[in-house]
Every structure is written in structure tokens, then in C-alpha cells.
């Protein structure tokens, strides 16, 4: 089976304009969050979303956004994008029992703000 | 979520066991134990989880101590391709994983 795909791998953005990360969880899961890690710390919760619904904020702006499709993909755009913003974003999708959390991440979209 | 403390950074001889600390004193009881490793550039990659008992499987063994207040992540062979950030996290019932800034494991040759 495929793990979590991220698409792109990496994306050149100018200050100002918007983005959409994409991310395709494991066959079957249908949770799926997202994180944002800037060099240097660990990742950041930013959201999280089961059966199409949001069930976690991280602390991040409103300029953040997701969303998750009946196939339980996702999206995450950001808006009015700031230098920032750069950082690796990663998606991990986890399945049903909520006693075993174990998540899978993808690569992650390296997103470089100019 | 409780919070947890690590070493910074350690070193560990190829061959020998790697054997990474954290410290969750203020663990609550339905709280799991989990571990996770970052090899540079790379999404995290979960390692192991448990609750009260020691736990193991193909990559590494996790040891919790009685009190629940500290565990040991166990890598009994350590090759070069361990040498990553290890991060040790406690939840329930979330998915919503809260990372520290971890240990940053160096594998010598």
C-alpha cells in the first residue's frame, strides 16, 4: 500500500500570495492533520480533520485554512503569505481506533517564501 | 497533553544499544507513551507506543517505568541509519501530537 503522498515536494511562493498543499492518507484512514515545522523545532500542530470534520486547531492564524474531500484527502492553503510561513509542512493520516494514535506522515512540501 | 524532557543530544557507538531517556512526571493515567524519529529532511516515522507494560517490537523496545514518570527507548543494535531526532510524546485519546524539541541521536562509526 502507498503511505502518505504529498504534493509538491517543494513550492517557491512571493510574499503575499496564497498556497494549497495537498495530501493523500493511507488506504483506509480517515483522519488526517496537518503540521508545520520550521527549521530547527519540531513539528506544529495546525489542524486536524476526521470524517470531513475539523476536530483540532493548532495556534495559527486564520490565514490557514484545510479542508478534507469525501475520499479523505486534504487540503491546507495559507493566505496572504508571509516570509514566515517557510517551512516544511507535513501531513500524517491515522486510522480509526482512537486508543492507538499512531500516525503516518508523508514527506512533507517544503514552502519557501521570497 | 503532559509535557515531556530529553536530552538534548547523545552519542552512541555503531553496534551497541542506544538507550534514549524521557521524563513524563506529569503523566496521566490513560496517557500512552509514544516515540517517534526524524531522519533529517524526512517526515516523522512513529517507532512505538505503550501505556504500563514494557513494550517491543521490530525496531526498538520501550521500557516504562512503575510509576509511569519516565520511560527508555531501546535501539539494541544502532546502526548508521538511526542517527536521527527522536521524540517522546504523551497523549489520549488524540491525534493531535504535541513534539518537543527532542534528542538529536548521532550513530559513530
Known amino acids: 500500500d502507498a503511505g502518505v503522498t504529498q504534493s509538491p515536494t517543494h513550492l517557491i511562493k512571493t510574499r503575499g500570495q496564497h498556497v494549497t498543499l495537498r495530501c493523500s492518507p493511507i488506504?483506509?484512514?480517515?483522519?488526517v492533520s496537518w503540521y508545520q515545522q520550521v527549521l530547527g523545532q519540531g513539528p506544529q500542530f495546525i489542524f486536524q480533520y476526521y470524517e470531513k470534520e475539523e476536530r483540532g486547531r493548532g495556534n495559527f492564524p486564520d490565514r490557514f485554512s484545510a479542508r478534507q474531500f469525501p475520499n479523505y484527502s486534504s487540503e491546507l492553503n495559507v493566505n496572504a503569505l508571509l516570509l514566515g510561513d517557510s517551512a516544511l509542512y507535513l501531513c500524517?493520516?491515522?486510522?480509526?481506533?482512537?486508543?492507538?494514535?499512531?500516525?503516518?506522515f508523508g514527506q512533507g512540501t517544503r514552502l519557501t517564501v521570497v | 497533553d503532559a509535557k515531556t524532557t530529553q536530552p538534548t543530544s547523545m552519542d552512541c557507538a555503531e553496534g551497541r544499544a542506544a538507550n534514549l531517556p524521557c521524563n513524563h512526571s506529569t503523566i496521566s493515567g490513560n496517557e500512552y507513551v509514544y516515540w517517534y524519529r526524524q531522519i533529517h529532511s524526512q517526515g516523522p516515522q512513529y517507532i512505538i507506543h505503550?501505556?504500563?507494560n514494557n513494550e517491543t517490537n521490530e525496531m526498538a523496545s520501550l521500557i516504562i517505568t512503575e510509576d509511569r514518570k519516565s520511560s527508555t527507548l531501546i535501539l539494541p543494535h544502532a546502526t548508521l541509519r538511526d542517527t536521527a531526532v527522536y521524540y517522546c510524546?504523551?497523549?489520549?485519546?488524540?491525534?493531535?501530537?504535541?513534539f518537543g524539541k527532542g534528542t538529536k541521536l548521532s550513530v559513530i562509526p
Open positions: 505503550g501505556l504500563k
Open positions: 500524517a493520516s491515522s486510522g480509526v481506533d482512537r486508543d492507538n494514535t499512531e500516525a503516518f
Open positions: 488506504s483506509g484512514h480517515k483522519s
Open positions: 510524546i504523551v497523549l489520549y485519546g488524540s491525534y493531535q501530537l504535541t
